[in-house]
């Protein structure tokens, strides 16, 4: 079987770090994907999907390294687990959890730098900081 999951979205916290006993390191970090359109009666209608993604390995390192809240990122990953819940108002929501296979780097740097456009990071064959592209 075979599922990939993608995803474009602004990052709503900075990555949060951390290593497992072993020592590898792990990147978690929320992802809010915003949907808008206009209904049948003309009102705007506006939807967000939370995704929680989780990176291992050199792709925590770099995600952890190069994002921060706000940036606009494309996560290429396999859905882990999907649960429902009721938030504190009483609504039925949903909970996608996601490891990322690659994270693109969207928008501009802090700063209005844009020569981070569209730099890719796949956890995938980088090897070394100098193969990163950016």
């Given at each position: 079987?075979?599922q990939?999951?993608?995803?474009?979205?602004?990052?709503?916290r900075?990555p949060?770090?951390?290593y497992?006993?072993?020592?590898?390191?792990?990147?978690?970090?929320?992802?809010?994907?915003?949907?808008?359109?206009?209904?049948?009666?003309?009102?705007?209608?506006?939807?967000?999907l939370?995704?929680?993604?989780?990176?291992?390995?050199?792709?925590?390192?770099t995600v952890?390294?190069?994002?921060?809240?706000?940036r606009?990122?494309m996560?290429?990953?396999?859905?882990?687990?999907?649960?429902?819940?009721?938030?504190n108002?009483?609504?039925?929501?949903?909970s996608?959890?996601?490891t990322a296979?690659?994270?693109?780097?969207?928008?501009?740097?802090?700063?209005?730098?844009?020569a981070g456009n569209n730099?890719?990071v796949?956890n995938v064959?980088?090897?070394?900081?100098?193969?990163?592209?950016?």
């Open positions: 079987m075979y990939q999951f993608i995803a474009v979205g602004n990052l709503t900075d949060e770090m951390r497992t006993p072993a020592g590898v390191p792990v990147a978690s970090f929320d992802v809010a994907i915003n949907k808008s359109w206009v209904s049948a009666e003309g009102q705007k209608q506006e939807k967000v939370f995704v929680r993604v989780t990176a291992w390995r050199k792709l925590a390192e952890a390294q190069y994002l921060t809240k706000g606009q990122v996560v290429v990953g396999e859905i882990e687990e999907a649960r429902g819940y009721l938030n108002a009483g609504e039925v929501r949903a996608l959890e996601v296979q690659t994270v693109r780097f969207l928008g501009q740097r802090e700063g209005g730098d844009s730099a890719s796949d064959g980088v090897q070394d900081s100098e193969e990163i592209p950016f």
